[in-house]
C-alpha cells in the first residue's frame, strides 16, 4: 500500500534541498501552491504526468520518491545533467532547456 505521508515528506525533503518554497515548486510543475501543500501532507497525491515531472525535476525516478530511496538526492546537487538523461537528449537546444530546471 502507497504511504501518503511518506511520499509527501520525501516530496517536501526534495523541495527544500533544492531550495525551493512551495511556491516556486509549483510554478516549475503548472499547479497550485496548496496542492504542492497537500501532496507534502500527505492528503492528496500528484496526478501521474506531474509526478513524473517532479521526479524528473529532482533527478529521480517515481519508484525512488514512492519507495523512499533517496540516495540519488546526494548526487543531485550538481549543476549538470547526470549522463544518462544528456544521452536522451543529444539536441543541444534541448538539452539547455533542461539545464535550465537544474536548481
Same mark, same amino acid.
Given at each position: ?45 500528484? /496526478?501521474? /504526468? ?54
Amino acid at each position: 500500500m502507497i504511504d501518503r505521508e511518506q511520499i509527501g515528506i520525501r516530496i517536501a525533503a526534495l523541495r527544500k534541498k533544492a531550495g525551493w518554497s512551495q511556491q516556486t515548486l509549483a510554478e516549475k510543475l503548472g499547479v497550485s501552491p496548496q496542492a504542492v501543500s497537500k501532496w507534502e501532507s500527505g492528503k492528496n497525491l500528484p /496526478d501521474i /504526468d506531474v509526478f513524473r515531472e517532479l521526479a524528473w525535476l529532482f533527478h529521480m525516478t517515481m519508484d525512488s520518491i514512492v519507495e523512499g530511496d533517496l540516495l540519488f538526492t546526494q548526487k543531485s546537487g550538481q549543476k549538470a545533467l547526470p549522463p544518462n538523461v544528456e544521452a536522451l537528449f543529444p539536441d543541444e537546444e534541448r538539452r539547455r532547456l533542461l539545464q535550465s530546471f537544474l536548481p
